[in-house]
């Protein structure tokens, strides 16, 4: 062991398990400094006059952030918890504790790269290096069969020479003993109210996730031994209702409590335990997308943020779309499928994946809204935002990034049918809509005066009179 003190910085990296930098800075100093950050600058307003981050997200942080304080206290450590700009804390801890390097793990999305460019500036000055690991994918970009400006643009041809060349490292062990210095400061956690959220106690239960490395630990136990819900996550991912149709590892996985490459040896370990199918293999495909993503963001950079998309490609537009942005942000657009998902992610934070491609196809094809407000509005309601998958998707169903097919439009009431054919979903989150047979709830265009009469529905009442008209889908 040298002597020496390494200064771990904490970001989207909320784990001791598979963390390196925790386990590198362990083995190789004296004693280390663990520090998170809470950055203004990620819970103020942003152009689109959304927040970047709302209250349930925040919450979700500041839960993450007390288990891995608690993880570290009872492996001997701490973590030092702060509140400013880490250009400025980082360099200040640094000096004071003797740090001779930071450890931390590179981002891909601008925002982020732009601060971790300021602190390795600062520290500069004081002639500390800041140590770049790579921990949020499955692969290291050195194992991909092409170079980063060479990954094609179409996701299923990476995929077929990442499958075929490409192979996942083991994960890192876990620290035993954490030393910190002796004079380490002791830190409390902000409250909401710090980070300036007013958000009452009903706010918050509503969410159906809590943050931290133990709960994410849970779920994937959960998911994968307890239940064996994994042996048909193929057959149920497209689910809309409950915890259980499809892994929601999904805020963990953003915030870094779970990392990627864990959750893949876990699916391997349960594949030769308990047998391979189509649906362990299919959680390992979509977890690739989340890697693809990455590395697009790495490819196009901050292209992903523009309008026009990396495709260059511009969208039509409605004149009056602030009017109808506003109701889609609220569930207010009178088609009961979208609504419902709008609901849902403004009271808990989450929407499955369906709900998502659904209400984003709205709000561009039908609604002609211009896509970067939808994507700035998930930004703030998501618990499981993350930069590159949520703008990534946009992008590809604004026709803007990765979608190969030209024009690809969902027709709402056709996948409303489809994916919530009882229409349990949609009465779950539209109590209003209860008494409207489940066949002829989803396009309140076909129903009489008389009818919405007898199923106590009142337009422009109880429930809005639709704001666009769908095309058609005969089979209703
Ligand atoms: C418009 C839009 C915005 C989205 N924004 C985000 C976001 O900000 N953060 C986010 O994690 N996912 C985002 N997704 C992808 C996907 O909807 C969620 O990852 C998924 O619904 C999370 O639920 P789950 O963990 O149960 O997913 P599962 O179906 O259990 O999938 C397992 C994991 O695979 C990954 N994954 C699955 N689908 C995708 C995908 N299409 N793109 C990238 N990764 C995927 C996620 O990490 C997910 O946790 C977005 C999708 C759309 C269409």
Known sequence: MSDRNILVWFRNDLRTEDNEILLEACEKANSIIPVYVFDPRYYKTTTYDTLKTGHLRTQFVIQSVANLKQSLQNLGGDLLVLQGKPEEIIPQIAQKYNADVVYHHREVASEETEISTLVEDALWKFKINLKHFIGHTFYHKEDLPFPIKDIPDIFTTFRKKVERESTVRPCFKSPTKIIIPNNLEASTLPSL????????????????????????????????????????????????????????????????????????????????????????????????????????????????????????????????????????????????????????????????????????????????????????????????????????????????????????????????????????????????????????????????????????????????????????????
Request: net charge positive; charged share 25%.
């Open 193 to 476: 109210a710090d980070l300036g959220f007013y958000a009452c106690a009903d706010d918050i239960a509503a969410a159906n996730f809590k943050g931290g490395e133990s709960e994410g630990l849970k779920r994937l136990k959960y998911y994968l031994w307890d239940t064996d819900l994994l042996k048909k996550y193929k057959l149920t991912r497209n689910g809309l209702l409950g915890m259980d149709y499809s892994s929601k590892l999904s805020p963990w996985l953003a915030a870094g409590c779970l990392s990627p490459r864990s959750i893949y040896w876990e699916i391997k370990k349960y594949e030769k335990e308990r047998g391979a199918n189509d649906s362990t293999y299919w959680l390992i495909f979509e977890l690739l997308w989340r890697d693809y993503f990455r590395f697009m963001f790495k490819k196009h950079g901050t292209k992903y943020f523009l309008e026009t998309g990396f495709k260059n490609k511009t969208q039509d537009l409605a004149p009056n779309q602030i009017e109808l942005f506003e109701l889609w942000k609220k569930g207010k657009t009178g088609i009961p499928f979208i609504d419902a998902n709008m609901i849902e992610l403004n009271q808990t934070g989450f929407m499955s994946n369906r709900g998502r491609q659904n209400v984003a196809s709205f709000l561009i094809k039908d609604l002609k809204v211009n896509w970067v407000l939808g994507a700035a509005y998930f930004e703030e309601k998501l618990i499981d935002y993350s930069p590159s998958s949520n703008w990534g998707n946009w992008a590809y169903i604004a026709g803007v990034g990765n979608d190969p097919r030209e024009d690809r439009y969902f027709n709402i009431i056709k996948q409303a049918i489809d994916y919530d054919p009882k229409a349990e979903y949609v009465k779950h989150w539209l109590p209003q809509l209860e008494k409207i047979p489940h066949n002829k709830v989803h396009d309140l265009y076909h129903l009489s005066e008389s009818d919405l009469l007898k199923y106590e529905v009142k337009l422009g009442d109880n429930y809005p009179f639709p704001i666009v008209k769908l095309p058609a889908y005969s089979k209703y």
